[in-house]
C-alpha cells in the first residue's frame, strides 16, 4: 500500500473531542523522542505533517491524520518525559490510557521502542498494560540508522526473549529508520491487512482482532 493524501484533521486533549469516526485508525504510542511524528512522515511521506523536534515532549495532545480519506492515523504523546510536572505528566497518561482504552474503532496501536536501547522496564510496563487491557499492538524499534541493523536486531532478539518470559505469544515487531525508510512498506503493508481483516466488521471490531496474551502468574 502506498499513501497518496495525508490531511491533518485536528488536535484534541481527550478522547471525548476526539472526530466521530468509524473509519479504522492506528495509534502510535511510546517514549517521549522515540521517533512517532517522524514515523508518522516517514509512511505518509509527507515530512512536517506531524511536528517533531529534537526535545522530547513535542507532541502534548492526540492528533488526528485522515489517510486516503479512508482511515486514520494518530500521534499520540510519549509516556515517560521526567522534565514535565508531575500534575501534566499525570494528565497525559489519563489523556493516553482514556484514548487508548476507549477509542472504539482504534484498530491497532504501534508501540514505539527506541532500538539502540537493551528492553527498557517503562516499555515492558507499557506492554504489561496493554496486555492486561487485551489492547492489540505491535512493537516498532527506531532510529535503526544509529546503531546499524545488526545491532538493532539483536536487541529486537533480547526483547523477544524478555517478553517470551511473561507472554504466550509475540506481538509483530518491525525496525525502522527515518534515514533510509526502513519498515516502512512492512508496517503499511501490516495495516492493509489489518484494515482487510476488520472491513466488514462493525465498529467492534478491534476487539475482534488478536490481541497478545500475558501468561498467568505462577
Ligand atoms: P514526542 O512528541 O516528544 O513524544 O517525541 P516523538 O516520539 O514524536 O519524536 P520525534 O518524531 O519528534 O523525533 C525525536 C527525534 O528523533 C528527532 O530529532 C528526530 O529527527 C529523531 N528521529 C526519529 N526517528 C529517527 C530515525 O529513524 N533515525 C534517526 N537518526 N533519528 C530519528
Ligand atoms: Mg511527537
Redesign the pocket.
Known sequence: MQIKKAEFVTSSPSVDLCPETTLPEFAFI?R????????INMLTSAPGLAK???K????QSINHFLIDDSWYLT?L??YG?AKVSKTMRAGFSDMIENYLLERKNLICTFV?IDGRHEPQKIDLEFLTWMGENQLPFARVF?????LGYNKTQANVAFHNRVMKTEWTTLPPAFI????SSQGKAQILEYIESCITEVKDMKKEAASQLPFFVRKPKP
Not at 517521549?32 to 514515523?39: E, P, Q, Y
Open positions: 511510546g517521549s523522542n522515540v521517533g512517532k511524528s517522524t514515523l517533531t523536534s529534537g522530547p515532549g513535542k507532541t500521534d504523546p510519549g518525559f514505539l527506531t532510529k535503526a540508522d544509529k525502522t529508520s527515518v534515514e
